[in-house]
């Protein structure tokens, strides 16, 4: 009697490689593509906490940034990648819950193409002007826009970008109206601001945090709902009078979708370790990333909602990437 077929003759042969493989995962370097520049908020977090896990897993993990198009270029690079655990990424919810409302045409899914592995940290975030800024507080700020509509301006990271929709939610709330710069990214915006080119930024506080402790720029609001024990001095918008707003972003790792079971749950196992580790939980906290560690069926169910969040706020507000 034939009980087997080659096919399946040969996929059973097969099947002790495939265990051997995840069992001994990993057994060489593993990649993190990050889709943003290099000293993005994500890209600090990202080369603290890979650095972490590579410790513990004993083999490196070396951060690639592949930035352009808001992240689409990076992300699909990994939605293409061998999904085998050599090829992670860093994303930000830019990439995974509002970007892809705002192109017209997509390579990739963001909830079918990727594998939820774990959120890695919230990035706070403040509204920032240039340090010898006449605006000392955010009611400072709103009444010299409102005296002088469209007068002044702000920069971001693009149309579309994280610090366009935070700063909309902000114009919006404060009913001011003020110009928009976009540049090639956040980093470039927070720069441009510390230089005088624009008048004042909403930044994720890890892009920023190094130009405040030099002495570059001043942060006027956190969009906390508590102020930040880094930042004691600096009132939350709420305080500012912007009542109950917040805004943050977070930082996540995600794999290839595809990726097997039994690697998506080390490398999550992984991260919550790192992100547990006193070093890198101050570390982490020093560059305005709070740690977080989640399993990755969470992560994957905030993904989703924060989704369609973001499709309704991008679409009620006419927002768009061109």
Not at 4 to 29: E, M
Not at 101 to 120: C, I, Q, R, Y
């Amino acid at each position: 009697m034939k009980l087997f077929g080659p096919i399946a003759l040969t996929a059973l042969l097969c099947l002790p490689l495939a265990i051997h493989a995840q069992s001994s995962y990993p057994n060489k370097p593993i990649r993190m593509i990050v889709p943003l520049a290099a000293g993005s908020a994500v890209d600090n977090a990202a080369r603290l906490v890979t650095q972490k896990m590579g410790e513990s897993m004993g083999q490196g993990i070396a951060v690639e940034n592949i930035a352009g198009s808001a992240g689409v270029i990076g992300a699909e690079r990994l939605a293409r990648a061998t999904p085998d655990g050599y090829t992670i990424g860093g994303f930000n919810d830019s990439v995974l819950t509002m970007v892809p409302h705002l192109m017209a045409k997509m390579p990739w899914n963001a909830l079918t193409d990727f594998a939820p592995v774990s959120l890695v940290g919230t990035i706070e975030w403040g509204l920032v002007v240039k340090a010898d800024s006449p605006y000392r507080s955010l009611a400072d700020f709103t009444a010299a826009a409102k005296a002088a509509p469209g007068k002044l301006n702000y920069g971001s990271g693009g149309n579309g970008s994280p610090q366009h929709i935070g700063m909309a939610l902000i114009l919006d709330r404060a009913q001011i109206n003020l110009m928009h710069v976009p540049y090639k990214g956040a980093t470039p915006a927070a720069v441009a601001v510390a230089a005088g080119e624009v008048d004042v930024s909403m930044q994720g506080l890890g892009t920023v945090t190094s130009l405040i402790q030099g002495g570059k720029l001043r942060l006027l609001a956190v969009s906390t709902p508590q102020r930040l024990n880094q930042y004691p001095n600096v009132p939350t918008f709420h305080e500012s009078g912007m009542a109950n707003f917040t805004f943050n972003s977070w930082f996540a790792m995600v794999a290839p979708a595809g990726t097997p079971p039994a690697i998506i749950e080390r490398l999550n196992r992984e991260v919550r370790s790192a992100v547990e580790d006193p070093v890198t939980r101050d570390k982490l906290l020093a560059i305005g990333v709070t740690p977080r560690g989640t399993s990755a069926a969470d992560f994957g169910a905030a993904t989703k909602a924060q989704y369609e969040l973001y499709r309704k706020v991008i679409q009620d507000k006419g927002i768009s990437a061109d």
